[in-house]
């Protein structure tokens, strides 16, 4: 038995059709799981889906409006890029409420885990890039309005910037100055010791966060979204960077947030498109490179005592059993280090 439980709904399947997204990931997981002996039945927890209050937390009524009554016009369907369909709303209604659990269960178990989510790239107003409605701001939004937190921190492994996140609690942070940093164009860790690396990360870091949601993204600088509204933290990173650099970076943005920043729950998005087999991302890491982030985020979080909720959001790789075993290997990151000294 693991040590936390697994958030799944054989409905987190997204009815999309034929689709770079492969919808069955969900169910592959939950199956891989099983089959491998790496979780049991009564692991599982079935989500509800989110009530239309909850997503009103963080999506403007006249968005969620339009989900609700399929009216969406044609460009906002476009932007979206994926298929509308009634029962898409419900799948994505049903993600946010799995979002929600994943994070309760974050606080009484130190680590909750949703098989789907991360819909990073919504927006209050609209949806874009795959994602309807943004499922982790809504559990924030949610255990912020129950007291159950009141400060979070995200941290966004996707191999594309949590654009949506970025804007949604771009309100909640306070205006300082940049601290230094060498651009994407500049970079060749290659050339840098780790004091030097640890010293030159190549993204923005914006310095002190006084509201309640620090956002941190890690993505491929030369990718979607074109436009990228500022993280608290952002690391732009250059294409082809590998597992050591990658890693070197993730634990300069870690560990300068956490300087920053107390958060009462961290949203690890843990994207499996970093892979360097991805189809639409631009990074090369391996299967154990990746791995090793999930370790690194959960042995963060839990030298910290920071309860940890995760999401899978993207994972493109040309056979999709690569991306299974990405996502299944977060699962066993978290039961390693979480095991630990229980
Ligand atoms: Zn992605």
Same mark, same amino acid.
């Given at each position: 038995?693991? %040590? !936390?439980?697994?958030?799944?709904?054989? #409905?987190?399947? @997204?009815?999309? =059709?034929?689709?770079?997204?492969? /919808?069955?990931?969900?169910?592959?997981?939950?199956?891989?799981?099983?089959?491998?002996?790496?979780?049991?039945?009564?692991?599982?927890?079935?989500?509800?889906?989110?009530?239309?209050?909850?997503?009103?937390?963080?999506?403007?009524?006249?968005?969620?409006?339009?989900?609700?009554?399929?009216?969406?016009?044609?460009?906002?369907?476009?932007?979206?890029?994926? %298929? !509308?369909?009634?029962?898409?709303?419900? #799948?994505?209604? @049903?993600?946010? =409420?799995?979002?929600?659990?994943? /994070?309760?269960?974050?606080?009484?178990?130190?680590?909750?885990?949703?098989?789907?989510?991360?819909?990073?790239?919504?927006?209050?107003?609209?949806?874009?890039?795959?994602?309807?409605?943004?499922?982790?701001?809504?559990?924030?939004?949610?255990?912020?309005?129950?007291?159950?937190?009141?400060?979070?921190?995200?941290?966004?492994?996707?191999?594309?910037?949590?654009?949506?996140?970025?804007?949604?609690?771009?309100?909640?942070?306070?205006?300082?100055?940049?601290?230094?940093?060498?651009?994407?164009?500049?970079?060749?860790?290659?050339?840098?010791?780790?004091?030097?690396?640890?010293?030159?990360?190549?993204?923005?870091?914006?310095?002190?966060?006084?509201?309640?949601?620090?956002?941190?993204?890690?993505?491929?600088?030369?990718?979607?979204?074109?436009?990228?509204?500022?993280?608290?933290?952002?690391?732009?990173?250059?294409?082809?960077?590998?597992?050591?650099?990658?890693?070197?970076?993730?634990?300069?943005?870690?560990?300068?947030?956490?300087?920053?920043?107390?958060?009462?729950?961290?949203?690890?998005?843990?994207?499996?498109?970093?892979?360097?087999?991805?189809?639409?991302?631009?990074?090369?890491?391996?299967?154990?490179?990746?791995?090793?982030?999930?370790?690194?985020?959960?042995?963060?979080?839990?030298?910290?005592?920071?309860?940890?909720?995760?999401?899978?959001?993207?994972?493109?790789?040309?056979?999709?059993?690569?991306?299974?075993?990405?996502?299944?290997?977060?699962?066993?990151?978290?039961?390693?280090?979480?095991?630990?000294?229980?």
């Amino acid at each position: 038995m693991l %040590p !936390f439980k697994l958030v799944y709904s054989d #409905a987190y399947f @997204l009815p999309i =059709g034929e689709h770079v997204f492969p /919808a069955e990931k969900y169910r592959r997981i939950r199956d891989r799981l099983l089959a491998e002996g790496i979780a049991e039945a009564n692991d599982f927890l079935e989500p509800e889906p989110a009530n239309d209050q909850d997503i009103l937390l963080v999506h403007k009524p006249e968005y969620v409006h339009k989900l609700k009554t399929g009216t969406l016009s044609p460009r906002e369907e476009m932007e979206l890029e994926v %298929p !509308f369909s009634p029962e898409l709303v419900k #799948a994505f209604w @049903l993600a946010a =409420g799995g979002s929600i659990l994943a /994070a309760r269960q974050a606080l009484t178990d130190g680590v909750g885990i949703s098989i789907g989510g991360g819909f990073h790239h919504a927006f209050p107003d609209h949806g874009e890039g795959f994602c309807m409605i943004h499922d982790v701001a809504v559990a924030i939004r949610r255990l912020q309005r129950d007291d159950k937190i009141r400060t979070a921190m995200t941290v966004d492994c996707d191999v594309h910037q949590g654009n949506g996140t970025a804007a949604i609690f771009a309100g909640t942070r306070t205006a300082s100055a940049l601290l230094p940093s060498a651009g994407a164009s500049t970079l060749d860790s290659s050339s840098l010791s780790s004091s030097q690396r640890s010293s030159a990360l190549p993204g923005k870091i914006r310095g002190a966060h006084a509201g309640e949601v620090f956002t941190i993204s890690l993505h491929q600088h030369n990718n979607y979204p074109i436009w990228k509204p500022p993280s608290s933290i952002d690391v732009d990173l250059p294409d082809g960077i590998g597992d050591d650099d990658y890693l070197a970076w993730l634990d300069n943005a870690l560990s300068s947030g956490l300087r920053q920043f107390e958060p009462d729950l961290m949203c690890y998005i843990a994207g499996a498109d970093p892979y360097r087999e991805d189809q639409l991302g631009g990074l090369a890491l391996t299967i154990a490179g990746l791995k090793q982030r999930d370790e690194l985020v959960f042995r963060v979080a839990r030298a910290r005592s920071i309860p940890v909720m995760v999401t899978f959001a993207g994972g493109y790789a040309r056979h999709v059993e690569d991306t299974v075993t990405i996502h299944c290997n977060t699962i066993i990151a978290a039961k390693e280090v979480f095991e630990m000294g229980k």
